[in-house]
């Protein structure tokens, strides 16, 4: 089927926020005396915040948490992590991204997000990229994360095109494992791009412009 719509993943395909995430989680792990570092970080890609606080909690050795306690870790991670995206502004997106998604909606291609954060939106406002989207898919209009297919779905939904002339641009497994699942193409870059299920493979954010021709 024809190309007709490009879905960004957000957080290490559009903008870089890891480092924030990292920095967030450290605070509350150090907090509790939790052994966090920058491996365990990396299992943190793509995922929901609290599936990545599960994660987190696998090396607490204290007596076990209720649902209301973990919501309130996640919480505070969230403040903290808020508090380091209100620093980021349009310089935090390369000009090869801005340059990129103008010339694929030049071309007549539609764009959307689809994000597992729920702080889409905010991080778009602060690198003043919203008006560049026709449609927002995040953590706030879905029930199940990546790699279920949901958060894409709604993109496609959102834009009024089919799945399946779709291309989904993702960093992470189990995002490209989504697009799969939703029945798109997927196009990955930096980790998942030695991903076997990808059917594109990007070097560089450009790259894209050889696909969407
Ligand atoms: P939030 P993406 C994901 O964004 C991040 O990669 C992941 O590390 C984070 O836990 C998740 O968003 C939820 O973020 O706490 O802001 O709702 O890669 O799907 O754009
Ligand atoms: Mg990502």
């Given amino acids: 089927m024809e190309t007709k719509a490009f879905i960004f993943d957000l957080d290490g395909v559009i903008v870089f926020t890891d480092k924030f995430h990292y920095q967030a989680w450290k605070k509350m792990a150090d907090r509790m005396g939790i052994c966090f570092d920058e491996t365990i970080n990396n299992r943190l890609r793509g995922v929901s915040r609290m599936d990545s606080l599960e994660i987190i909690l696998e090396r607490y050795e204290g007596a076990p948490l209720s649902q209301p306690e973990k919501e309130a870790l996640a919480e505070e991670k969230n403040e903290s992590y808020r508090k380091l995206l209100a620093t980021m502004t349009p310089a935090d997106v390369t000009d090869q991204v801005r340059e990129t998604l103008k010339e694929l909606r030049g071309r007549g291609y539609k764009l959307a997000i689809g994000s597992s954060s729920k ?17 927002i898919s995040d953590g706030n209009n879905i029930a199940n994360s990546k790699p279920d297919p949901e958060v894409f779905l709604k993109a496609a939904e959102y834009l009024g095109e089919d799945p399946a002339a779709c291309i989904v641009v993702e960093d992470a497994y189990a995002g490209v494992d989504a697009a799969k699942a939703g029945g798109m193409c997927a196009a990955a870059i930096g980790d998942a791009a030695s991903y076997e299920k990808a059917d594109y493979k990007l070097e560089v954010f450009e790259d894209l412009l050889k696909i969407g021709l």
């Fill in 119 to 135: 702080n889409a939106r905010f991080i778009l406002e602060k690198v003043e990229l919203l008006d560049a989207f026709d449609a």
